[in-house]
C-alpha cells in the first residue's frame, strides 16, 4: 500500500487545515477493509497517535489533546482518508503522517503505532502564534 499525506502549510493559532491521505496499491479492492492512523511528530519528541478511523464501521479515536478540534473522516470511494484540523494551537506544530494497518489487526478506541505498518511521507503543519 503507498501512502501520500498533503494539506500542511503555515496557518495562525485559531486557524485551520485539512489534511489528507491518498491511498493506492491494495491487496484488496479498496481502502474499506484498511484502518488508517494519522501520527505526528513534533521537534524533539516522539512520534504519538492523534486520530485512527477503522474500516468500514468508522470507528474513531482521538488523543485527548485533540479531541473537540479534529476530525478523522474516510471517502473510500475517493480512497482517501481527511483530518480536518481546527481551532489550530502552536502545540500542534509538526511533522504530521498517515498510516495504514495491512495485518488487520487495529483495535478500537486505539491509535497504536506498532499495528500501522505502512506509512506515507509527511507533511508539516507549522501553527504560529
Known amino acids: 500500500v503507498q501512502l501520500q499525506a498533503s494539506g500542511g502549510g503555515l496557518v495562525q493559532a485559531g486557524g485551520s487545515l485539512r489534511l489528507s491521505c491518498a491511498a493506492s496499491?491494495?491487496?484488496?479492492?479498496?481502502?474499506?477493509?484498511?484502518?488508517i492512523g494519522w501520527f505526528r511528530q513534533a521537534p524533539g519528541k516522539e512520534r504519538e497517535g492523534v486520530s485512527c478511523?477503522?474500516?468500514?464501521?468508522?470507528?474513531?479515536y482521538y488523543a485527548d489533546s485533540v479531541k473537540g478540534r479534529f476530525t478523522i473522516s474516510r471517502d473510500n470511494a475517493k480512497n482517501t482518508v481527511y483530518l480536518q484540523m481546527n481551532s489550530l494551537k502552536p502545540e500542534d506544530t509538526a511533522d504530521h503522517y498517515c498510516?495504514?494497518?495491512?495485518?488487520?489487526?487495529?483495535?478500537?478506541?486505539?491509535?497504536?503505532?506498532?499495528?500501522?505498518?505502512?506509512w506515507g511521507q509527511g507533511t508539516q503543519v507549522t501553527v504560529s502564534s
Open positions: 498510516a495504514t494497518d495491512t495485518g488487520f489487526i487495529a483495535t478500537f478506541p486505539n491509535c497504536l503505532q506498532y499495528v500501522y505498518n505502512s
Open positions: 496499491g491494495f491487496s484488496l479492492d479498496t481502502l474499506d477493509y484498511y484502518a
Open positions: 478511523i477503522s474500516a468500514s464501521s468508522g470507528r474513531t
